[in-house]
């Protein structure tokens, strides 16, 4: 479970670094990616 949780966050790191374009947006997808692992 914790190799596919961090697997997880590799990939949303990736993407999120292709979708924000400022360090402040990047900041934001991070915040918003450990929500999402912390409600489930």
């Known amino acids: ?3 596919l949780i961090a697997i997880f966050c ?3 790191m990736g993407a999120s670094l292709t979708a924000c374009n400022t360090v ?5 997808d991070v915040e918003r990616g ?3 692992i912390q409600g489930k």
């Open 10 to 12: 590799v990939l949303a």
């Open 34 to 36: 450990g929500e999402k």
């Open 1 to 3: 479970m914790k190799k």
């Open 24 to 28: 402040q947006g990047f900041g934001k």
